[in-house]
């Protein structure tokens, strides 16, 4: 088994506003049942969104004064942060929003400056590690990310993520796991597809659990879409005329509640 002896901590941050019921978190407790095959593990879910959070006043006192400490108390943060630095595997959880994190997560992210060091005016490195350099650096670590999205494919759109967390941690500081057309996939319950898209993700917790990594070939794999090009525009034109019969029949007072 990989980094330290005995049973794995595995952190999840669910940064959907959906919570429980975020189709991305269908394919992440796939992966974790993956995990669970080969190895007992210390579970726990944080659901961002139910956190009390306030947004960073940009002080930068976790970069001088209180050096890695954050002045703001009276909130989770710390709370997360603590998790975070006792956690073996830490995996971010959340859909891709207008091509960027849920601004609930953004918040999350924004707070946890104080895990990264001090800017002192360098230049971004050349070897694709962390910007700043990670303030408690653990090499037995490990950082995955497992978002999805209702596009096509991943190929692009996911641009502005992979360059905010290539900045954050370094390009080879954690494992991105982009996937697409999971809501329409999730919400056509049809179970016997569902379950073949999802053991890939299982197969691949199961691997990472017995590995400590997951190489270019699974990752790929698993951003492979569950549907034909042709198939997901049927299926997306169905949805949007669904929704406009939908609004047709609701009435404005409802609909200004959604």
Excluded at 60 to 87: F, N
Excluded at 194 to 215: C, P, V, Y
Excluded at 241 to 250: A, F, L, P
Aim: hydrophobic share 35%; proline share 5%.
């Amino acid at each position: 088994m990989w980094g330290n002896p005995g049973k794995k901590k595995v952190l999840v941050i669910n940064g959907s506003p959906k919570q429980n019921k975020s189709s991305t978190m269908v394919i992440t407790n796939a992966f974790i049942e993956g995990l669970k095959m080969s190895s007992d593990i210390d579970l726990e879910i944080i659901n961002v969104q139910s956190l009390r959070i306030k947004p960073c006043i940009d002080c930068l006192s976790c970069w001088g004064r209180t050096e890695g400490e954050c002045i703001i108390k009276d909130d989770d943060v710390a709370m997360v942060k603590e998790k975070i630095l006792g956690a073996d595997i830490i995996i971010e959880s959340f859909p891709l929003f207008f091509f960027s994190m849920p601004g609930i997560l953004k918040l999350l992210t924004d707070r946890l400056l104080s895990m990264m060091l001090t800017y002192r005016g360098h230049k971004p490195p050349e070897d694709g590690t962390s910007f700043h350099g990670l303030r408690y650096y653990d090499p037995n670590k490990r950082f995955i990310i497992i978002s999805s999205c209702a596009y096509t494919e991943v190929d692009k759109v996911y641009d502005a993520v992979k360059a905010q967390f290539d900045y954050i941690v370094g390009k080879d500081g954690y494992y991105g796991i982009y996937v697409p057309q999971v809501k329409t996939l999730v919400e056509l319950n049809s179970e016997s597809k569902t379950n073949r898209f999802l053991e890939k993700f299982i197969q691949a917790g199961k691997q990472f659990m017995e590995e400590g990594s997951l190489d270019s070939e699974t990752l790929k794999s698993l951003s492979k879409p569950p549907f034909s090009e042709r198939a997901y525009k049927i299926f997306l034109d169905q949805f949007w005329q669904e929704e406009k019969k939908w609004k047709r029949h609701v009435p404005l007072k409802i609909l200004k509640q959604c």
